[in-house]
């Protein structure tokens, strides 16, 4: 019987479901008919199938050709459906054994000539094979992404010729390494540190505090302070990522398209989106959904510089995946769902005039320019920094050099093991009934809170909010209990409150 059975794999989001390609001769008219719910670039196979199998030194069967890819209802995009197609066409006219292809799992897209080319998003698919165990042939330009995952039974082909030598038992395809060993977990990028930033003590505190706890961070002041420098070194205070977190992040960027460098495996992502960045491109989706910004930046810094020049609905598309690290894309096709457990550091002026002492800016322009973020929004801030102007004669005066970013990271790091080992999570994670629990505050202390936070008009997300930075200043501090100076410190990281309230008294 003319039929040949081939499996490949879908790509769905962060998904690879099992594709099987069915392939039929049978007599009558030459035709080539392809179902099973194939998109534009699918259906394109069969006019690059043809020539690669003709220029490969194949014949290509002149008989009425079906080739089904089940199950009907998943759609297929791109060109990774090239290879089965092609083998399951040589299998069917009896050119390469049937047997070989069994328990094997082949992607790739084929040039004309019958090379073998690079698909975008093979990650999931390689993750996937070594769950399953599956032997699994990729393009050979795949082999970065292969050699990430590990997996010893992936094998690179780069033609068809090639690959059938392999089916015939005539060859081997080569595979990665098994003593592969050339991502350092240890490296340092030494390029940016907290020692060139000339002042600023109390921003630097609270930065080192947001990273200690994964805290989400809104930075307030005047231009050229150095909102976006402080920004920017926040990367060098956090720990690179482990194994599993750092495939997690790299199966995003390969969907997404975007390539990962091995030497940037264990690096934790940093995404900086200009303020013209539409909702799609920051929370993701499109006909073909893919991860917007927010998932880029999982496991790392989503970084808005001039954020009150995003649009209001934009940002608001923000607020939920940051309460539950994940975003929802719904298609009539299918629904996807990105991981987007971001940090999130907002840098913006508290004017529209960029300052707020002798602005140009009456209080009603102020207000309407701070109003373009709603209050929700603003809610999820944890800590909100002021970043003033350097007093007379700072930029000249000789100073003693300041901390280096690696003494501030070894901080950070013992604070987050402490966080670990009593919590398992860090403490931006921690649920309310957590903080009652584990967070060792006296009942007297937390009265104060509870008082400040009415005083402040604040609402019971951020009572909880600022309990979580308390218990980092103590984690830093390496206090078992949380004082009552470590909550006042907590209250001092409000300057968009204090800044509002002054705007009140105005009126």
Same mark, same amino acid.
Request: glycine content about 8%.
């Given at each position: ?6 499996a ?11 594709? !099987? *390609?069915e ?8 035709a080539?008919?392809?179902?099973g719910?194939?998109e ?6 069969k ?10 030194g194949?014949e290509?069967?002149m ?7 089940? &199950?009907a209802?998943l759609?297929?995009?791109g060109?990774?459906?090239?290879? &089965?197609i ?12 049937k047997?070989a292809l @069994? ?8 040039a004309?000539s019958?090379?073998?080319?690079? #698909?975008?998003?093979?990650?999931? *698919?390689i993750v ?7 032997p699994? *042939?990729i393009p050979l330009?795949? $082999? ?8 010893? @039974? ?9 690959l ?10 080569p ?5 592969l ?5 240890n490296?340092?990028?030494?390029g940016? #540190?907290?020692s ?5 003590y ?5 930065l080192?505090i947001a ?5 989400? *961070? ?17 990367m060098?205070?956090l720990?690179p ?28 992502p940093? $995404? ?6 539409? +909702? ?5 989706g499109?006909?073909n959904?893919? &991860?917007?910004?927010i ?10 510089d ?9 940002l608001?598309?923000l607020?939920e ?5 994940e975003?929802?894309?719904s298609?009539?096709a299918?629904?996807? @769902?990105f991981?987007?457990r971001?940090?999130?550091i907002?840098?913006m002026?508290?004017s529209? #005039? ?13 207000q ?26 700072a ?8 901390e ?44 104060f ?5 009415n005083?402040l ?6 009572y ?6 308390a $218990? !980092?200043?103590a ?5 078992h209990?949380?004082?009552r100076?470590?909550?006042?410190? +907590? ?10 309230n002054s705007?009140?008294t105005?009126?």
């Amino acid at each position: 019987m003319a039929i040949a059975c081939v499996a490949t794999r879908a790509n769905k989001g962060v998904d690879a479901p099992p594709v !099987t *390609v069915e392939v039929h001769l049978s007599n009558g008219l030459p035709a080539f008919n392809l179902v099973g719910l194939p998109e534009t670039s699918v259906k394109e196979a069969k006019e690059r199938v043809r020539s690669a199998i003709i220029n490969a030194g194949f014949e290509f069967p002149m008989r009425r050709i079906t080739v089904n890819l089940a &199950p009907a209802d998943l759609p297929k995009q791109g060109g990774r459906y090239d290879l &089965p197609i092609a083998i399951g066409i040589l299998a069917a006219s009896e050119q390469v054994p049937k047997n070989a292809l @069994k328990e094997h799992e082949f992607v790739g897209e084929l040039a004309l000539s019958g090379h073998i080319r690079h #698909c975008q998003g093979l990650l999931p *698919v390689i993750v996937e094979a070594r769950q399953q165990n599956t032997p699994l *042939v990729i393009p050979l330009d795949n $082999r970065d992404d292969a050699e990430l995952v590990g997996f010893n @039974k992936v094998y690179f082909a780069s033609h068809l010729q090639g690959l059938s030598e392999y089916l015939h038992g005539q060859s081997q395809l080569p595979g990665i390494e098994p003593s592969l060993e050339w991502i350092d977990t240890n490296q340092v990028d030494t390029g940016l #540190c907290f020692s060139d930033v000339i002042g600023q003590y109390q921003a630097k505190l609270g930065l080192e505090i947001a990273a200690a706890g994964n805290h989400n *961070v809104m930075l307030l002041g005047p231009p050229g302070t150095g909102k976006s420098m402080l920004a920017s070194r926040l990367m060098q205070l956090l720990p690179p990522l482990n194994y599993d977190e750092a495939l997690e992040v790299a199966t995003l960027h390969s969907v997404a398209g975007q390539v990962i460098e091995p030497k940037s495996f264990y690096k934790r992502p940093f $995404r900086n989106p200009h303020h013209t960045s539409s +909702a799609v491109s920051l929370v993701g989706g499109g006909s073909n959904p893919k &991860p917007g910004e927010i998932s880029l930046a999982h496991r790392g810094v989503l970084f808005l510089d001039e954020v009150v020049e995003f649009p209001r609905k934009v940002l608001d598309c923000l607020r939920e995946p940051m309460e539950t690290g994940e975003v929802v894309i719904s298609r009539a096709a299918a629904k996807l @769902k990105f991981s987007s457990r971001f940090q999130l550091i907002a840098a913006m002026n508290p004017s529209p #005039c960029g300052d707020i002492d002798n602005a140009r800016a009456t209080p009603d322009q102020i207000q309407k320019y701070l109003s373009r973020l709603s209050g929700p929004f603003l809610d999820r801030f944890d800590l909100t920094i002021e970043v003033p102007r350097l007093p007379a004669g700072a930029l000249t005066k000789s100073e003693p050099s300041t901390e280096t970013s690696e003494s501030i990271a070894l901080r950070v790091s013992i604070a987050r093991e402490l966080q670990l080992a009593r919590a398992g999570v860090l403490n931006s994670d921690l649920t309310g009934k957590q903080l009652k629990e584990l967070g060792n505050f006296k009942q007297a202390d937390l009265l104060f809170l509870e008082q400040s936070v009415n005083k402040l008009g604040l609402s019971v997300r951020s009572y909880h909010r600022l309990q979580r930075v308390a $218990r !980092t200043i103590a984690d830093l501090n390496q206090s078992h209990a949380v004082e009552r100076k470590h909550i006042a410190q +907590a209250l001092g990281y409000r300057a968009m409150d204090r800044l509002l309230n002054s705007l009140k008294t105005q009126y």
